[in-house]
């Protein structure tokens, strides 16, 4: 087979079909969870939920009030930069991804 040909049929395979999708979904709340509990001061207060809808996948971050603020950032940069790495992250295997904090 030559180069050409291979190219052709890496151009043609999904993304992300090598991979188990809900276990790489796993792994990236097991990461925003740890992330965002090295961000506040009561770390043991924060969970992460996963829902899994037809097209998209919706990273539910909880927290007490208190801890909102360190969570969100100063104009909102801190909660913008874990949804830009999220995205970065889930995009490449083809998962849509929301990153979203219950007020």
């Known amino acids: 087979m030559g180069d050409i ?10 993304k992300g079909a090598d991979i188990d999708q809900e276990a790489y979904r796993e792994e990236i709340r097991l990461l925003i969870e740890h992330i965002v509990r090295l ?5 043991e207060t924060v969970t992460v ?5 037809p097209k998209t996948t919706v990273y539910r971050v909880n ?4 801890n909102l603020g360190q ?4 104009q909102g940069k801190t ?18 991804s ?3 904090i219950p007020v």
């Open 5 to 14: 040909e291979a190219y052709k049929i890496e151009e043609h395979k999904a």
């Open 79 to 96: 909660i913008m930069g874990l949804r830009a790495v999220v995205h970065a992250m889930t995009a490449r295997t083809g998962i849509r």
């Open 49 to 53: 939920t996963t829902y899994v809808g």
């Open 39 to 43: 961000l506040v001061d009561n770390p």
């Open 63 to 66: 927290c007490v009030k208190e």
């Open 71 to 74: 969570v969100i950032g100063t």
């Open 98 to 100: 929301i990153v979203e």
